[in-house]
Protein backbone atom coordinates (compact mmCIF):
# COMPACT_ATOMS: atom_id res chain seq x y z
CA UNK A 1 0.00 0.00 0.00
CA UNK A 2 1.40 3.36 -1.07
CA UNK A 3 2.62 5.46 2.22
CA UNK A 4 2.41 8.96 0.16
CA UNK A 5 1.59 10.23 -2.83
CA UNK A 6 4.64 9.68 -4.74
CA UNK A 7 3.76 5.87 -4.16
CA UNK A 8 0.27 6.31 -6.08
CA UNK A 9 0.34 5.04 -10.06
CA UNK A 10 2.06 7.65 -11.59
CA UNK A 11 0.01 6.78 -14.39
CA UNK A 12 -2.62 10.06 -15.39
CA UNK A 13 -5.75 8.63 -16.98
CA UNK A 14 -7.35 12.79 -17.16
CA UNK A 15 -5.35 14.70 -19.64
CA UNK A 16 -4.88 18.44 -18.86
CA UNK A 17 -7.63 20.77 -19.99
CA UNK A 18 -11.28 19.69 -18.65
CA UNK A 19 -13.98 21.11 -19.07
CA UNK A 20 -14.69 21.10 -15.01
CA UNK A 21 -14.60 24.20 -12.75
CA UNK A 22 -11.28 25.82 -11.47
CA UNK A 23 -10.87 24.40 -7.73
CA UNK A 24 -13.35 21.25 -8.59
CA UNK A 25 -13.02 18.21 -6.14
CA UNK A 26 -14.54 16.08 -8.19
CA UNK A 27 -11.70 16.68 -10.68
CA UNK A 28 -9.18 15.47 -7.87
CA UNK A 29 -11.28 12.59 -6.69
CA UNK A 30 -11.82 11.42 -10.32
CA UNK A 31 -7.99 11.55 -10.85
CA UNK A 32 -7.55 9.62 -7.84
CA UNK A 33 -10.06 6.69 -8.41
CA UNK A 34 -9.10 6.06 -11.99
CA UNK A 35 -5.78 6.17 -10.89
CA UNK A 36 -6.41 2.97 -8.20
CA UNK A 37 -8.67 1.39 -10.91
CA UNK A 38 -6.33 1.73 -13.79
CA UNK A 39 -7.38 0.11 -17.24
CA UNK A 40 -9.77 -1.87 -17.99
CA UNK A 41 -12.42 0.06 -16.46
CA UNK A 42 -15.67 0.75 -17.90
CA UNK A 43 -17.46 3.88 -16.32
CA UNK A 44 -21.03 4.74 -16.66
CA UNK A 45 -23.19 7.98 -15.67
CA UNK A 46 -25.84 10.47 -15.75
CA UNK A 47 -26.03 13.57 -16.91
CA UNK A 48 -24.19 15.92 -14.22
CA UNK A 49 -20.48 17.32 -13.52
CA UNK A 50 -18.65 14.03 -14.35
CA UNK A 51 -20.32 14.82 -17.66
CA UNK A 52 -18.64 17.79 -17.93
CA UNK A 53 -15.34 17.27 -17.44
CA UNK A 54 -16.04 14.01 -19.27
CA UNK A 55 -16.56 16.59 -22.46
CA UNK A 56 -18.06 15.94 -25.45
CA UNK A 57 -18.39 13.48 -27.73
CA UNK A 58 -16.11 12.54 -29.79
CA UNK A 59 -13.55 14.97 -27.69
CA UNK A 60 -12.44 14.08 -24.00
CA UNK A 61 -9.63 14.28 -21.56
CA UNK A 62 -10.17 10.88 -20.05
CA UNK A 63 -8.86 8.30 -20.76
CA UNK A 64 -10.96 5.20 -20.32
CA UNK A 65 -14.28 4.58 -22.25
CA UNK A 66 -17.18 5.60 -20.64
CA UNK A 67 -21.14 5.61 -21.29
CA UNK A 68 -23.62 8.44 -20.68
CA UNK A 69 -27.44 7.34 -19.34
CA UNK A 70 -30.46 8.70 -18.30
CA UNK A 71 -30.51 9.72 -14.65
CA UNK A 72 -32.57 6.97 -13.19
CA UNK A 73 -30.56 4.48 -14.76
CA UNK A 74 -27.27 4.46 -13.96
CA UNK A 75 -26.90 1.36 -12.21
CA UNK A 76 -29.13 0.11 -14.86
CA UNK A 77 -27.21 0.62 -17.43
CA UNK A 78 -24.14 -1.06 -15.19
CA UNK A 79 -26.13 -4.23 -15.13
CA UNK A 80 -26.06 -4.30 -18.57
CA UNK A 81 -22.37 -3.57 -19.11
CA UNK A 82 -22.20 -6.36 -16.29
CA UNK A 83 -24.19 -9.04 -18.31
CA UNK A 84 -22.48 -8.06 -21.45
CA UNK A 85 -18.95 -8.84 -20.05
CA UNK A 86 -20.11 -12.26 -18.97
CA UNK A 87 -21.28 -12.80 -22.19
CA UNK A 88 -18.17 -12.47 -23.88
CA UNK A 89 -16.06 -13.92 -20.70
CA UNK A 90 -14.34 -10.91 -20.19
CA UNK A 91 -13.62 -11.11 -16.39
CA UNK A 92 -10.79 -8.42 -16.11
CA UNK A 93 -12.61 -5.25 -16.48
CA UNK A 94 -14.29 -3.41 -13.55
CA UNK A 95 -17.49 -2.00 -14.19
CA UNK A 96 -18.09 1.75 -12.47
CA UNK A 97 -21.45 3.23 -12.06
CA UNK A 98 -21.31 7.04 -10.89
CA UNK A 99 -23.41 9.70 -10.18
CA UNK A 100 -23.71 12.83 -8.20
CA UNK A 101 -26.29 13.27 -4.97
CA UNK A 102 -28.99 14.44 -6.93
CA UNK A 103 -28.43 11.43 -9.52
CA UNK A 104 -27.91 8.71 -6.41
CA UNK A 105 -29.54 10.20 -3.69
CA UNK A 106 -33.23 11.12 -5.13
CA UNK A 107 -32.75 9.99 -8.54
CA UNK A 108 -30.69 6.91 -9.04
CA UNK A 109 -32.04 5.01 -5.91
CA UNK A 110 -34.41 2.40 -7.49
CA UNK A 111 -31.54 1.21 -9.69
CA UNK A 112 -28.96 1.29 -6.89
CA UNK A 113 -31.60 -0.73 -4.79
CA UNK A 114 -32.12 -3.35 -7.57
CA UNK A 115 -28.58 -4.30 -8.47
CA UNK A 116 -26.99 -4.27 -5.17
CA UNK A 117 -30.27 -6.55 -4.24
CA UNK A 118 -29.05 -8.58 -7.06
CA UNK A 119 -25.31 -8.73 -5.90
CA UNK A 120 -24.38 -6.97 -9.49
CA UNK A 121 -20.53 -6.91 -9.82
CA UNK A 122 -19.74 -3.51 -9.99
CA UNK A 123 -17.93 -0.44 -7.72
CA UNK A 124 -21.07 2.20 -7.81
CA UNK A 125 -19.78 5.35 -6.73
CA UNK A 126 -21.69 8.70 -5.51
CA UNK A 127 -20.03 11.75 -5.76
CA UNK A 128 -21.65 14.33 -3.61
CA UNK A 129 -20.93 17.74 -3.70
CA UNK A 130 -24.84 18.42 -1.86
CA UNK A 131 -26.41 19.88 -4.63
CA UNK A 132 -27.34 19.88 -8.28
CA UNK A 133 -24.77 21.54 -9.05
CA UNK A 134 -24.07 21.22 -12.93
CA UNK A 135 -27.79 23.07 -13.44
CA UNK A 136 -26.68 25.95 -11.37
CA UNK A 137 -26.94 24.83 -7.31
CA UNK A 138 -30.66 23.82 -6.42
CA UNK A 139 -31.27 21.68 -3.38
CA UNK A 140 -30.90 18.00 -2.93
CA UNK A 141 -31.46 15.60 -0.36
CA UNK A 142 -27.72 15.74 0.46
CA UNK A 143 -27.77 19.39 0.81
CA UNK A 144 -26.99 19.93 4.77
CA UNK A 145 -29.55 22.09 6.92
CA UNK A 146 -28.86 25.92 6.75
CA UNK A 147 -27.04 25.99 3.09
CA UNK A 148 -28.81 28.42 0.73
CA UNK A 149 -29.43 26.99 -2.95
CA UNK A 150 -31.43 28.75 -5.93
CA UNK A 151 -34.24 26.47 -4.68
CA UNK A 152 -33.99 27.63 -0.92
CA UNK A 153 -32.69 30.79 -1.56
CA UNK A 154 -34.55 32.67 1.41
CA UNK A 155 -34.98 30.57 4.44
CA UNK A 156 -31.98 28.19 3.74
CA UNK A 157 -32.75 24.30 3.25
CA UNK A 158 -34.88 22.88 6.98
CA UNK A 159 -33.91 19.52 6.63
CA UNK A 160 -30.96 17.36 7.23
CA UNK A 161 -29.30 15.53 4.90
CA UNK A 162 -30.63 12.27 3.76
CA UNK A 163 -28.10 9.52 5.47
CA UNK A 164 -27.89 7.68 2.52
CA UNK A 165 -25.03 5.60 3.05
CA UNK A 166 -27.25 3.68 5.71
CA UNK A 167 -30.08 2.94 3.02
CA UNK A 168 -27.05 1.35 1.14
CA UNK A 169 -25.61 -0.44 3.58
CA UNK A 170 -28.92 -2.18 4.47
CA UNK A 171 -28.37 -4.08 1.46
CA UNK A 172 -26.06 -5.72 3.22
CA UNK A 173 -23.01 -5.49 0.16
CA UNK A 174 -19.27 -6.87 0.80
CA UNK A 175 -17.87 -3.72 0.61
CA UNK A 176 -18.87 0.35 1.07
CA UNK A 177 -16.75 2.77 2.37
CA UNK A 178 -16.05 6.99 2.39
CA UNK A 179 -13.76 9.02 1.21
CA UNK A 180 -12.61 12.62 0.58
CA UNK A 181 -10.19 13.38 -2.37
CA UNK A 182 -8.60 15.70 0.58
CA UNK A 183 -7.12 12.70 1.49
CA UNK A 184 -6.01 10.78 -1.44
CA UNK A 185 -3.93 8.12 -0.35
CA UNK A 186 -7.14 6.84 1.74
CA UNK A 187 -8.94 7.50 -1.16
CA UNK A 188 -6.62 4.84 -3.57
CA UNK A 189 -6.14 2.40 -1.31
CA UNK A 190 -9.91 1.55 -0.74
CA UNK A 191 -10.47 2.13 -4.64
CA UNK A 192 -7.64 -0.59 -4.85
CA UNK A 193 -9.24 -2.87 -2.10
CA UNK A 194 -12.78 -2.28 -3.69
CA UNK A 195 -11.78 -3.39 -7.60
CA UNK A 196 -10.76 -6.76 -6.06
CA UNK A 197 -13.85 -7.53 -4.19
CA UNK A 198 -16.89 -9.33 -6.00
CA UNK A 199 -20.36 -7.94 -5.98
CA UNK A 200 -21.74 -5.16 -5.20
CA UNK A 201 -19.49 -2.09 -3.79
CA UNK A 202 -20.17 1.22 -2.64
CA UNK A 203 -18.00 4.66 -2.44
CA UNK A 204 -19.13 7.61 -1.14
CA UNK A 205 -17.39 10.57 -2.04
CA UNK A 206 -17.62 14.08 -0.36
CA UNK A 207 -16.75 16.63 -3.05
CA UNK A 208 -16.17 20.01 -2.56
CA UNK A 209 -17.64 22.49 -5.06
CA UNK A 210 -16.63 26.17 -5.29
CA UNK A 211 -19.39 28.03 -6.83
CA UNK A 212 -21.85 25.93 -5.03
CA UNK A 213 -20.41 25.84 -1.98
CA UNK A 214 -19.05 29.50 -2.30
CA UNK A 215 -15.72 29.48 -1.01
CA UNK A 216 -12.59 30.43 -3.38
CA UNK A 217 -11.36 27.58 -5.56
CA UNK A 218 -7.82 27.59 -3.86
CA UNK A 219 -9.69 25.97 -0.95
CA UNK A 220 -11.42 23.16 -2.06
CA UNK A 221 -8.99 21.01 -0.25
CA UNK A 222 -8.86 22.46 2.86
CA UNK A 223 -12.54 22.35 2.52
CA UNK A 224 -12.61 19.02 2.54
CA UNK A 225 -9.91 18.59 5.43
CA UNK A 226 -12.27 20.63 7.51
CA UNK A 227 -15.43 18.65 6.52
CA UNK A 228 -13.66 15.49 7.91
CA UNK A 229 -12.32 17.53 10.90
CA UNK A 230 -15.89 18.23 12.13
CA UNK A 231 -17.10 15.08 11.25
CA UNK A 232 -19.40 16.38 8.81
CA UNK A 233 -17.47 14.18 6.55
CA UNK A 234 -16.20 10.91 8.45
CA UNK A 235 -13.60 8.35 6.70
CA UNK A 236 -14.62 4.48 7.14
CA UNK A 237 -15.37 1.67 5.44
CA UNK A 238 -17.62 -1.43 6.36
CA UNK A 239 -16.58 -4.43 5.01
CA UNK A 240 -18.53 -7.53 5.35
CA UNK A 241 -20.72 -5.73 7.67
CA UNK A 242 -17.72 -4.47 10.16
CA UNK A 243 -17.25 -0.93 10.58
CA UNK A 244 -13.46 0.89 11.02
CA UNK A 245 -12.47 4.70 10.66
CA UNK A 246 -9.83 4.90 8.95
CA UNK A 247 -7.14 8.04 8.39
CA UNK A 248 -7.49 10.96 9.79
CA UNK A 249 -10.93 9.54 11.30
CA UNK A 250 -9.59 7.22 12.77
CA UNK A 251 -7.33 9.90 14.94
CA UNK A 252 -10.06 11.92 15.52
CA UNK A 253 -11.65 8.97 16.98
CA UNK A 254 -8.55 7.99 19.14
CA UNK A 255 -8.10 10.99 20.21
CA UNK A 256 -11.14 12.69 20.66
CA UNK A 257 -10.49 16.14 19.03
CA UNK A 258 -13.13 16.57 16.55
CA UNK A 259 -13.97 20.59 15.93
CA UNK A 260 -17.23 22.22 15.86
CA UNK A 261 -18.95 22.91 13.10
CA UNK A 262 -18.88 26.40 13.14
CA UNK A 263 -15.25 25.67 11.78
CA UNK A 264 -16.35 24.64 8.50
CA UNK A 265 -19.88 26.58 8.08
CA UNK A 266 -18.08 29.59 8.47
CA UNK A 267 -16.21 29.28 6.01
CA UNK A 268 -18.77 28.93 3.27
CA UNK A 269 -20.82 31.67 1.60
CA UNK A 270 -23.58 29.19 1.13
CA UNK A 271 -23.84 29.00 5.00
CA UNK A 272 -23.98 32.92 5.51
CA UNK A 273 -28.24 33.05 6.34
CA UNK A 274 -27.73 30.13 9.22
CA UNK A 275 -29.25 31.43 12.14
CA UNK A 276 -27.77 30.01 16.01
CA UNK A 277 -30.51 27.75 15.81
CA UNK A 278 -29.63 26.04 12.98
CA UNK A 279 -26.02 26.06 13.61
CA UNK A 280 -26.72 24.10 16.69
CA UNK A 281 -29.27 21.41 15.05
CA UNK A 282 -26.21 20.85 12.89
CA UNK A 283 -23.87 20.23 15.44
CA UNK A 284 -26.85 17.96 17.42
CA UNK A 285 -26.99 16.21 14.29
CA UNK A 286 -22.90 15.43 13.88
CA UNK A 287 -22.64 14.34 17.49
CA UNK A 288 -25.46 12.08 16.97
CA UNK A 289 -23.84 10.56 13.44
CA UNK A 290 -20.51 10.75 15.24
CA UNK A 291 -21.67 9.08 18.27
CA UNK A 292 -23.41 5.80 16.26
CA UNK A 293 -20.05 5.48 14.30
CA UNK A 294 -18.12 5.39 17.85
CA UNK A 295 -20.30 2.81 18.92
CA UNK A 296 -19.93 0.79 16.54
CA UNK A 297 -15.71 1.08 15.85
CA UNK A 298 -15.96 0.01 19.88
CA UNK A 299 -18.32 -3.10 18.96
C1 LIG B 1 -34.43 13.66 -16.49
C2 LIG B 1 -33.55 14.86 -16.37
N1 LIG B 1 -33.92 15.87 -15.57
C3 LIG B 1 -33.14 16.97 -15.45
C4 LIG B 1 -31.97 17.06 -16.15
C5 LIG B 1 -31.12 18.31 -16.01
N2 LIG B 1 -29.92 18.07 -15.26
C6 LIG B 1 -28.72 17.83 -15.83
S1 LIG B 1 -27.46 17.70 -14.75
C7 LIG B 1 -28.50 17.99 -13.44
C8 LIG B 1 -27.96 18.06 -12.04
C9 LIG B 1 -27.48 16.75 -11.50
O1 LIG B 1 -27.14 16.87 -10.14
P1 LIG B 1 -26.23 15.80 -9.45
O2 LIG B 1 -26.65 14.45 -9.80
O3 LIG B 1 -26.18 16.12 -8.00
O4 LIG B 1 -24.78 16.01 -10.09
P2 LIG B 1 -23.93 17.37 -10.18
O5 LIG B 1 -24.60 18.23 -11.19
O6 LIG B 1 -23.93 17.99 -8.83
O7 LIG B 1 -22.60 16.94 -10.62
C10 LIG B 1 -29.82 18.16 -13.88
C11 LIG B 1 -30.98 18.44 -12.99
C12 LIG B 1 -31.62 15.99 -17.01
N3 LIG B 1 -30.47 15.99 -17.69
N4 LIG B 1 -32.43 14.91 -17.11
S1 LIG C 1 -20.12 23.13 -10.35
FE1 LIG C 1 -18.94 22.28 -8.64
S2 LIG C 1 -18.90 20.04 -8.94
FE2 LIG C 1 -19.54 21.02 -10.87
S3 LIG C 1 -17.65 21.21 -12.08
FE3 LIG C 1 -17.96 23.15 -10.95
S4 LIG C 1 -16.81 22.87 -9.03
FE4 LIG C 1 -17.08 20.84 -9.93
Redesign the pocket.
Known amino acids: MPENLFKLNAKEYILPGSRACQGCG?SLAYRYMLKALRENTIVTL??????VLQGIYPSTPVMIPALNN??ASTAASASGIVAGLQALNRSDTTVVAI??????FD?GIQSLSGAAERETDFIYVC?D?E?????GT?R?S?TPLGAITTTTPILTKQQHKKDFIKIVEAHDIPYLAAVSPSYPIDLYEKFVKAKKIKGTRYIHMHIG?PP?WVYPPKDTVKMGRLAVETGLAVLFEVEDGKFRFTGRSKTIAQKGNRLPVINYVEKQGRFKKMNIEQLNQLQVWVDKKWDEYMRRAEG
Open positions: LPACCLCSFAGDGGTMYNGYMNTQSACG
